[in-house]
């Protein structure tokens, strides 16, 4: 039977009375499972424009009480990428691994990792994003250098990671719209924070982007959207069976982001920073961090056993060419000045310093607010289409672990406008908290997850 419905003023055939939208809402409030239909039928209608957002806004809470088991999760996830442009990556000679950070405060890891894996030989085809909340985006970094070029034709793309090896790109194409769709609702319905939402989301815009493999960085801690390790850990393991169940091998590596990464914040800091890692300097939390991952890459990229891509990783530093990539992945890019040199990064007009309210050890970072000082600051947006600051962020001075002294030089603020350094400056007091003990070492590398097995370490 045809039925046929009035939505937004157009007439709609709906499939059959027991394909209805109604009736999912019903089985998934119930708790009960989802068919492979119902879940097509659903991000179909969605897109299309004859579901409401209400109710999708209603199945999304009853997904989010109740959950989806591995098989709906995969379901929700092809037919989010089935909804949108899917990347043919197949003119590129080898093994395309991707590599997505579930987001975190100072995490310029691509910026590091790309090249490296790039000059160790596996070719990077990346699309990133802008910055989301509290948390930056690869992109915003990359147009703080003059002159780069961040949307690329698909043309260019693909000649460029032939050519060079490396290309990051906006998105080319409609990539998971279903999803934008989706994460729209979940920010204002309080539904963000779903493990199997979180995966689906993640991963179909992954699998539209046409790699071979995939490496994922789950974050975890106060700066992530997991808050623990067990809960970072599943989200890790479901991601992984994602892939498994689509044909993409996947390895997920759950790091730490309970204190921020490296010591910048903002683009145009973080820009600097990642390229003193590749100089074979920066931070020790940043470099851990960012060779592991890259060990990961080269070894789904079929370099060799882990120990064997960990040498890879250290030489690409030692003998320059993981830099050496940089440059010319910024000059391909159109940044009219060498990364490295002084003028190619803009500087804050206004730098302000952060002094200690107290004297102990920090024992802990409340990391979500560095973040959000930071946006406050310039480096990121109010709006989806608001406006940034690259030169504005944070140089912290002092992170967990570190004691210090009443009035000791904690933090630095760069920014445009003296206006918004008062409460930049008290929001990141604020994300300080001290002891009179020093507090128990935290590893960086948490867990490591592919389809046979969970290592925490
Ligand atoms: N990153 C995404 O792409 N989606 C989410 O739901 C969370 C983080």
């Not at 394909?19 to 239909?37: A, H, P, Q, V, W």
């Not at 100089?279 to 882990?306: Q, Y």
């Not at 350094?421 to 007091?429: F, V, W």
């Amino acid at each position: 039977m045809i039925l046929q419905g009035e939505v937004h003023g157009k007439t709609i055939p709906f499939k059959g009375e027991f394909m209805n939208i109604i009736n999912i809402i019903e089985k998934k409030r119930d708790g009960k499972e989802l068919s492979t239909e119902e879940i097509n039928h659903f991000i179909e209608g969605l897109c299309n424009g004859s579901i409401f957002e209400y109710q999708a806004s209603a199945l999304l809470m009853a997904i989010f009480i109740r959950g989806l088991n591995s098989r709906e999760t995969a379901d929700l996830t092809v037919a989010m990428t089935k909804s949108g442009d899917c990347i043919d990556l197949s003119a590129i000679p080898g093994v395309k691994v991707d590599k997505h950070s579930t987001g975190g405060v100072g995490d310029k890891t691509t910026l590091v990792i790309g090249p490296i894996v790039a000059a160790c030989g596996v070719p990077v085809a990346k699309m990133s994003g802008r910055g989301l909340g509290h948390t930056g985006g690869t992109i915003d970094k990359l147009e703080s250098m003059e002159g780069f070029r961040t949307s690329l034709t698909r043309e260019e793309f693909i000649d460029n990671v032939k050519e060079i090896g490396i290309a990051i790109s906006g998105q080319t194409g409609d990539l998971a719209p279903a999803d934008k769709i989706l994460y729209a609702l979940r920010d204002v319905t309080a539904t963000v924070n779903s493990i199997p939402l979180i995966a689906s989301s993640v991963m179909s815009k992954k699998l539209a982007s046409g790699a071979d493999r995939i490496m994922l960085d789950v974050k975890t801690g106060s700066g992530a959207f997991m808050k623990t390790l067990e809960d970072s850990i599943e989200l890790a393991r479901e991601m992984v069976s994602i892939g498994e169940l689509t044909g993409k091998k996947t390895v997920a590596v759950v790091t730490d982001m309970d204190t921020p990464l490296g010591n910048c914040i903002g683009n145009a800091l973080e820009v600097k920073e990642a390229i003193e890692v590749l100089k074979g300097k920066g931070p020790e939390d940043l470099r851990t961090v960012c060779f592991e991952l890259a060990s990961r890459m080269l070894e789904l990229g079929g370099k060799g056993d882990i120990g064997t891509c960990r040498e890879l990783v250290r030489n690409s530093i030692i003998d320059g060419s993981a830099l050496k990539k940089f440059g010319e992945l910024a000059a391909r890019q159109g940044s009219v000045y060498e990364p490295w040199d002084e003028k190619a990064m803009r500087k804050a007009a206004v730098i302000d310093y952060v002094t200690a309210p107290f004297e102990g050890y920090i024992s802990s970072m409340r990391s979500e607010l560095v973040g959000k000082a930071s946006m406050l600051l310039g480096a990121g947006r109010e709006t989806k289409d608001g406006s940034l600051d690259h030169s504005a962020g944070i140089i912290l001075h002092k992170k967990t672990g570190d004691y210090i002294k009443k009035g000791m030089i904690i933090a630095e603020l760069h920014t445009s406008s003296r206006q918004l350094l008062s409460e930049a400056g008290k929001m990141l007091k604020e994300a300080y908290e001290t002891s009179t003990a020093a507090p128990a070492a935290r590893p960086l590398i948490l867990a490591y997850a592919d389809s046979d097995r969970v290592i925490r370490y």
